[in-house]
């Protein structure tokens, strides 16, 4: 299956345990380490629109950067998340699977099963 990607950080037990799942089922996706492989704006917002949510949907709240950049203001728009994103990957959900047009977070790990039908 070699269109399929999964947004990992081997550090996140939901990330390995996704990755676990998938691998199981006989996927080998491409391991996109994001931390090291930061994701630009651009594809930030191609997994946005693969994902089908907007990029609020994709924010790590509980991570400081939210806090100290202000992501909380709901007067920010789009472009300002994802710019926040693209500066500061450790706000972005993981693990993220996309395979084709589609994508979803694997929180839980399981859902990342939803794109193997």
Do not use: W
């Amino acid at each position: 299956m070699t269109d399929a990607v999964i947004y990992h950080n081997p550090r996140c037990s939901k990330s390995r345990a996704a990755l676990e799942l998938l691998r199981a089922r006989g996927v080998a996706p491409r391991i996109v380490r994001y931390l090291e492989e930061p994701l630009d704006a651009g594809g930030l917002r191609v997994l946005l629109r693969q994902l089908g949510i907007p990029a609020r949907g994709l924010l790590r709240t509980g991570e400081a950067e939210y806090a100290e950049l202000g992501l909380a203001d709901p007067a920010l728009g789009e472009e300002a998340i994802v710019a926040a994103m693209a500066a500061h990957p450790r706000l972005i959900e993981r693990p993220v699977f996309a395979r084709g047009e589609r994508a979803v977070i694997g929180r839980p790990p399981e859902r990342v099963l939803e794109l193997l039908d």
